[in-house]
């Protein structure tokens, strides 16, 4: 992917229309939204219907939680001659500022929507504070903590950018803060379960939530970038393994699954396989990941990213032929794991997403490094 797609693709994907009160077709005089986006809103609409028409949400055709966003900035595009950084991995919202992890400098960037930077932080390197690997971020109170994958370790840093300490974990998939006092990272690798409760101050671990993988869609492996969480306050975290498309809901309390499964969707993700290279005798599993992140949205529910639908309606099947659709799918559910139905951004591959405000989201585009910033838009009929 070169860029942010500015061509309407054709849609042929057989449309199920919803029957409540949501409009089947969106007014056309919302020219300013098609010139800004690329896109119109008939499209958001179709790809919103397809999304829906493989389950029943509990929240399908009720315009009372009818959501659409409008791409309002662009930051790190090539237009850019000095950017704060060069290629977004993961980002994080802090108050009002944006927390970068920059995959091309291995450098944690803040800085504010509008473009302005305020610090970085880290550069590649295996001393303190240096990176090998960048990975998610989390804060709360005054410590910033930043997975550093390649060093099986937490980087813990002040609100100003100041390297302050490191906590060993093997393989940190991702980071959710919990409270001031307490971090919760997600990791398939470390010992005790894939949900470990770290006590910041003084590294206490604590481990819980053994899951039992779907051997058809890991064959068994183990991989560095499967699981992505958030929390649910007061006392829920949820998380979904990008590979098996499955989400599963933890009670931190009690240590005890509330929920594990997730929804029908329109298109089967696709199972992974196992390739042999005759040339350097060298045998490796392929697997797609259907999912990007999951993050706590708008009205305080479970939103799980799903950013590898292709045009054609099928999710990511092969790493050949790569030809996305042009919106990114988000799924909506509650803290029980029911369905509640899904909504649209209107860019290509957007896996990254956390609210910065009540009415915005930010979000990461995967092949640009590119950050987006969304604001909720009320149509014009």
Known sequence: MNGIPITILVFSIAIVLSCGNEPDTISTGNHEYEVRNGISLDTLLKWKLYAESSDDGLWEGDSAHYILFDRVAILGDEEDSTPPFYNALYLHTMGDTLLIADQATQELVCMRPN?????????????????HGIGTIASAGDWIAVANTGLGRIDFFSNS?????????ETPEDLIA????????????QQGGVIHIIHVDSGHI?????????????????FRDNLRGVFIPPDMIAFIS?????????????????????????????????????????????MFPSVGGVFRGPEGM????????????????????????????ID?????????D??????????????????????????????????QFEEVH
């Open 115 to 131: 473009g302005e930077m305020l610090w970085k932080a880290g550069e590649s390197g295996e001393g303190p504070g240096h990176f």
């Open 161 to 169: 950018g100041v390297f302050t300490t490191t906590i060993s974990i």
């Open 178 to 189: 919990l409270s001031d006092s307490t971090l919760a990272v997600l990791s398939g690798t």
């Open 206 to 222: 604590r481990s819980f939530g053994e899951i039992e993988g779907d051997s058809e869609m890991t064959l068994d492996s183990r």
């Open 242 to 286: 990008r590979y098996e498309h499955r989400l599963y809901i933890f009670n931190l309390e009690t240590e005890e699954p509330i929920f594990t499964g997730v929804r029908d969707l329109p298109s089967e993700p696709a199972k992974p396989y196992r390739s042999f290279n005759e040339e350097t005798g060298i045998q490796s599993t392929v």
């Open 302 to 329: 479970i939103n799980v990213v799903v950013d590898e639908y292709q045009n054609d309606g099928s999710l990511l099947h092969s790493n050949r032929y790569i030809n996305y659709a042009p919106v990114t799918i």
């Open 332 to 340: 909506r559910y509650d803290s029980n794991g029911e369905y509640l």
């Open 342 to 375: 899904s909504y649209c951004l209107p860019d290509s591959g957007i896996s990254w997403v956390r609210m910065l405000h009540d009415h915005q989201l930010v979000g990461r585009q995967q092949g640009t490094g590119m950050v987006m910033i969304y604001e």
